[in-house]
C-alpha cells in the first residue's frame, strides 16, 4: 500500500498537481519531497509514538490548514493513526478522501484493531476511494450514504526493476514453474493451491510459494515440487521470481483486489485466478484461466494453462491490456474527486 501511495503522488508531480505530502520516515516507498515523520516500529513503540509523534503531527496540520495549505485532505491506505487524523481533518473543515483497499478484514486478519481502524474510518471519511466496485458495494451495503460521496479507481501497474515482460513468441513449451507472490495469509488459499499442483501432475514442474506468512502454515503436507520462500521479498527478489516463472496464480478464497495481479499485467506473464469478485473485476476472461475456489477446479486449471496456445493468447491479451493502465489516468480521477465541488 505504501508503493500505492507513492505512484499516485509520482503521477501528481508529473502533472504538476499541487500538494503536499506526509509520509513515515520508515517507509519502504518514500515520497520525494514529502515531510518524512517517525512513526512506529511494532507494538512496544506504538504507544510512545502515539503519546508524542502524533500530536505533533496533529500541531503541524493545524498550522498548516490555519496559514492556507490545503482544504482535502488525502489518505491512499488506511494506516493505524488514520481514524484519528480524519477526524482532525473533519474538526479543520477539510475534506477528507480514503482510499480503502478492503471494506472488511480478510480471513485470518480480522483482529479486534483493524477492525475498529476500518470501521471508525469509514464513519468519519467524508469521501471514498475503492479499488474495484465490489468493495464498493460492500461499503454501501453498510453504510448507503457512501455511494453519493465515493468513486471506483482501480490499481495502476506496479513496474519492478529488472522485470522483464514476456512475449508470446519467447514462452517456454511446457510450464517449469508455477509461481504464487505476495504476502500468505489464510484466505489465499496457499494449502489448497499445494494439493491442487499436487493433483494436476505437471511434469518436470515445480511450485514456488514466496513472501511471509501471517499464520502457521502445514508446510509439512505439501507434495513434492513445492517451494517454499517464507520471508519478506525486496523488489528485485520478486522481480526475479516472475522472471524465472511461466505462471502466475492466485488461488484467493475470498473477494478481493491484487496487487499481484497489476505485476502479472506489467510482465505480460499468464495467470491462473480463483473467478472471486475483485479478481474477476480486475481481469477479463481474455486475460485469465479462471476457476472456482476448490482444489478440483484450480487443478483443471493448472492443466489448462500448461497448453502453449493458451498461454501465448494470455500473454497476448495481457500485453494489450498493459497499455490502458496508466497512474497518470487513475491520478486524474483522484484528484477530481478530491478537489471537485467542495461541500
Known amino acids: 500500500m505504501p ?64 496559514a492556507g495549505g490545503f482544504q482535502v485532505m488525502y489518505f491512499p491506505y488506511i494506516h493505524t ?39 471508525l474510518t469509514s464513519r468519519l471519511a467524508s469521501h471514498f476511494i475503492f479499488l474495484s466496485s465490489h468493495v464498493r458495494e460492500e461499503a454501501v451495503a453498510d453504510q448507503p450514504a457512501i455511494g ?13 526493476p ?26 489465499k488459499g496457499v494449502e489448497m493451491l499445494a494439493q491442487a499442483f499436487g493433483d ?9 510459494i514466496a513472501g511471509r506468512a501471517n499464520y502457521e502454515m502445514n508446510a509439512a503436507i505439501f507434495p513434492e515440487g ?32 491484487s496487487g499481484i495481479v497489476t505485476l502479472a499485467i506489467d510482465a505480460a506473464i499468464p ?7 475483485g479478481l474477476r473485476e480486475q481481469l477479463s476472461e481474455e486475460e485469465a484461466v479462471f476457476c472456482d475456489p476448490d482444489v478440483q477446479s484450480l487443478s483443471q486449471a493448472i492443466r489448462q494453462v500448461a497448453s502453449l496456445p493458451a498461454r501465448r493468447h494470455l500473454c497476448e491479451a495481457l500485453s494489450a491490456r498493459k497499455r490502458t493502465m496508466d497512474w497518470k489516468a487513475i491520478a486524474v480521477e483522484i484528484h477530481e474527486h478530491c478537489v471537485g465541488r467542495m461541500g
Request: glycine share 4%; aromatic share 8%; charged share 20%.
Open 162 to 187: 529488472g522485470l522483464h515482460q514476456k512475449s508470446p513468441d519467447e514462452l517456454a513449451e511446457t510450464v517449469g514453474t508455477l509461481l504464487f507472490l505476495g504476502r500468505i495469509s489464510k484466505y
Open 226 to 257: 513445492v517451494r517454499l520462500i517464507d520471508r519478506f521479498l525486496d523488489e528485485e527478489e520478486m522481480a526475479a521470481l516472475v522472471n524465472e516463472a511461466d505462471v502466475i496464480v492466485l488461488p484467493y478464497l475470498e473477494a478481493t483486489q
Open 81 to 119: 493513526w488514520t481514524p484519528v487524523l480524519v477526524m482532525w481533518g473533519r474538526l479543520l473543515s477539510c475534506r477528507t478522501v480514503v482510499t480503502f483497499h478492503d471494506y472488511r478484514p480478510h480471513f485470518g486478519e480480522a483482529n479486534v484493531a483493524t477492525r475498529l481502524i476500518l470501521w
Open 3 to 66: 508503493k500505492y501511495a507513492q505512484a499516485i503522488a509520482a503521477a501528481f508531480e508529473s502533472l504538476r498537481m499541487p500538494f503536499e505530502s506526509i509520509c513515515s520516515s520508515g517507509s519502504e516507498h518514500p515520497i520525494p519531497g514529502a515531510w518524512k515523520i517517525p512513526t512506529y516500529r511494532g507494538v512496544p513503540t506504538l504507544l510512545l509514538s502515539s503519546l508524542t509523534v502524533l500530536p505533533l503531527l496533529l500541531v503541524l496540520l493545524t498550522w498548516r490548514r490555519l
Open 148 to 160: 453519493a460521496r465515493s468513486m471506483v479507481s482501480p490499481h495502476g501497474l506496479f513496474s519492478l
Open 200 to 208: 494436476a501432475a505437471l511434469p518436470d514442474c515445480r511450485l514456488v
Open 271 to 277: 495467470i491462473v485466478c480463483t473467478r472471486v469478485p
